[in-house]
């Protein structure tokens, strides 16, 4: 199975225009900011967060869920789309921490496929307030997108990220979901067993 190659991604993203106090990291999971609590984005700038591919396939258990693309050459990573039925989006993995200490990573939508682009706008607004201090951010429907609330007051308050590097929290959340190669189960399985 394939292993997160930032380098990798960098390329792909050109070509496709500490605190001592740390947390469990076992636990950190993919999820939507709508019931984090007030949280930060780690991160210094827009331009340095990870943006990726991503599909949604079925797992053996019948569980449509969320993989990465990455593969190093343009003409491999087109072979994959096909085989994820063309619906590939463009993320951002943001790494989160709520007030409560809780590592979570975020996955918005940065360039719609088509449609609105209400949600990655109001996303990337989210995402620049997020760098810089404490929100709140809700999903308020397809008109509105993320609604996002800053902190109200000036707080010592500081996330407490753990220890672990972002290749190494995709790797453990993305666990056999970054697809690399024509032959990962999952475009097998969505192929109906055809490479």
């Known amino acids: 199975m394939g292993k ?6 960098k390329k792909t993203q050109i070509e496709s225009v500490a605190d001592n106090d740390f947390n469990d990291t076992q636990g950190i999971e993919i999820r939507s900011p709508s019931r984090m609590h007030w949280f930060q984005i780690k991160g210094e700038k827009f331009e ?47 790494r989160c921490c709520n007030w409560f200490g809780t590592e ?12 609105s682009k209400v949600g990655a706008q109001s996303a990337k607004a989210a995402i620049l307030k997020g760098l810089n201090g404490w929100i709140k951010c809700k999903w308020a429907g397809n008109n509105v997108g993320w609604a996002t609330k800053i902190y109200p007051t ?35 399985r969505n192929a109906g067993g055809k490479i």
């Not at 053996?60 to 789309?81: N, T």
């Not at 979570?104 to 449609?115: A, D, E, Q, S, V």
């Not at 000036?154 to 190494?168: A, G």
Request: net charge negative; charged share 35%.
């Open 154 to 188: 000036e707080t010592d308050k500081t996330p407490q990220w753990s220890t672990m590097e972002d290749e190494e929290v995709i790797d453990q959340v993305f666990d056999e979901r970054i697809i690399d190669s024509l032959d990962h189960e999952a475009l097998i």
């Open 48 to 94: 340095d967060l990870i943006q990726v591919e991503t599909c949604r396939l079925f797992d053996p258990d019948g569980e449509e869920i969320e993989y990465v693309i990455q593969a190093s050459e343009p003409s491999l990573r087109y072979k994959i789309h096909e085989k994820a039925d063309n619906d590939v989006s463009t993320k951002l993995i943001l």
């Open 104 to 115: 979570f990573l975020w996955l918005p939508t940065i360039k719609p496929k088509g449609g």
């Open 4 to 9: 997160f190659n930032r380098d990798i991604q």
